[in-house]
């Protein structure tokens, strides 16, 4: 039974996770540069020093030190696929989202022929474009792109629905830009695709980190998120339904191909990333009993439970900052409302250049980039004239607090 005692995330307890807050540096910060890689939380923290402390060794074998290593590497693996509610043949941990989007590219040269279409979009970061351009360029396969509105940034289903022919293999596309932040259809396209015979490869990394993701409940053909900005160590997390791994060419050494979860492996990351992800699913429980109290829910139930709570205050947060900076000269690229977004937000000044803004904010001690963020595609299509100074972007995390938005809207004022 669920004892549902908070209905709104404890900020305290939250920071009281997250050790770097102890440090005077991240102290005297308001952190929004979360899109480029969030804090760690203090339980993945303690599972990396361990194993670098202990268990630095080859893992799996006779002796404890090896079996111990081992058995850390396995809770790690299990823990995300728990907190996904996925089984573990499903995932491949690689070492980021750029190397298994590369990765999986390859292995769909086992069915991506010179008579298939593939379907990128310009809204994403490029890990999800170029991987599928060079598949492309290799198999003689036609690349279509997918193109924003460019008046509003986004992405429009009634584009990809004339798009979409019979010879259309894959669709690959962001489940949130980097950008922009609004959250794309991806149920809409699966259900669009999926009657169309075609699979569809998603890029959750700007997504995951406000929402936690259901890949039960969407059910994706590959679905993948970097976990350096979910809270915990640097590495790729990639879903693949069973279905889809059947069309792909194994990715892994050929001993290793009676192993659904290293058919993609084509690195062999970091094994104490690895054993830390377990950490994460400590904090999400922690923060699910700290929340709700005793429950016997799945791990995948509470954190979907607690990302609510976390998105919920993430959406306060940004509605304070939208509302702050209302009134500046500033354009926000995407939605200057937060429906249908997440609390990612990309600005340009008239008055100042963006790298103006981010180093006067700098100086009040506000941690917020500028710049292409990888997702130059976009920024000329909606655009921005030089992409090298780009955007100010000011993305959010569940940890952050209204005092830390204040901050940025009297920076914001006070410099325009
Ligand atoms: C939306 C998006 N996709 C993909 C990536 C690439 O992830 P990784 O750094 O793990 O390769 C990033 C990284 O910033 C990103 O923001």
Redesign the pocket.
């Known amino acids: 039974m669920t004892d549902n005692r908070l209905n709104q995330l404890d900020l305290d307890f939250v920071r009281s996770c997250f050790p770097t807050f102890e440090e005077p540096l991240a102290a005297k910060t308001a952190f929004f540069e979360n899109?480029?890689g969030s804090y760690v939380a203090g339980a993945v923290l303690d599972r990396l020093m361990h194993f670098y402390r202990v268990n630095k060794v080859q893992p799996y074998g006779a002796s404890e030190i090896l079996s111990s290593a081992g058995n850390q590497m396995d809770a790690g693996r299990q823990g995300m696929a728990d907190l996904l509610g996925i089984d573990t043949a499903d995932l491949t941990l690689g070492a980021?989202?750029?190397?298994n989007f590369n990765t999986l590219a390859f292995a769909c040269e086992g069915f991506v022929t010179n008579h298939s279409e593939v379907i990128v979009t310009d809204q994403?970061?490029e890990?999800?474009i170029g991987a599928w351009e060079r598949l492309c360029e290799r198999t003689g396969a036609t690349l279509k792109v997918w193109t924003i509105n460019q008046d509003t940034a986004e992405l429009e289903l009634e584009t990809l629905s004339s798009l979409l022919t019979s010879n259309t293999a894959i669709v690959c596309m962001?489940h949130s830009?980097?950008i922009i932040g609004t959250i794309n259809p991806v149920e809409k396209v699966i259900e669009l695709c999926r009657a169309n015979g075609t699979r569809v490869a998603i890029?959750g990394?700007?997504f995951a980190p406000h929402s936690w993701p259901d890949i039960p409940t969407l059910k994706p053909d590959a679905y993948c998120f970097?976990t350096?900005k979910t809270y915990a160590t640097?590495m790729?997390v990639m879903f693949t339904s069973e279905d889809f791994r059947s069309l792909l060419t194994p990715q892994c050494h050929y001993f290793n191909r009676g192993y659904a979860n290293k058919l993609l492996d084509g690195a062999g990351p970091d094994h104490a990333s690895i054993a830390a992800l377990a950490g994460l699913g400590e904090y999400f429980n922690a923060s699910h009993q700290h929340h709700f109290g005793n429950n016997d829910l799945s791990l995948y139930e509470q954190a979907q439970q607690i990302s609510a709570l976390m998105h919920a205050h993430e959406t306060d947060l940004c509605k304070r900052l939208l509302d702050g900076i209302a009134d500046l000269p500033l354009h926000i690229v995407g939605r200057n409302h937060t429906e249908g977004r997440e609390a990612n937000i990309a600005l340009t000044s008239s008055k100042l250049s963006s790298a103006e803004m981010s180093k006067y904010l700098a100086t009040k001690d506000i941690a917020a980039g500028n710049g292409d963020?990888?997702a130059l595609r976009l920024l000329e299509k909606a655009g921005i004239k030089d992409t090298d100074d780009g955007v100010l972007r000011v993305s959010f995390a569940h940890y952050n607090s209204t005092d830390d938005v204040d901050r940025v809207v009297d920076a914001l004022k006070a410099c325009h």
Do not use: I, L, P
């Not at 980021?96 to 190397?99: A, E, H, K, L, Y």
């Open positions: 899109a480029g980021s989202t750029t190397q994403d970061h890990a999800n962001t830009s980097n890029d990394v700007s970097s350096y640097h790729g963020f990888y």
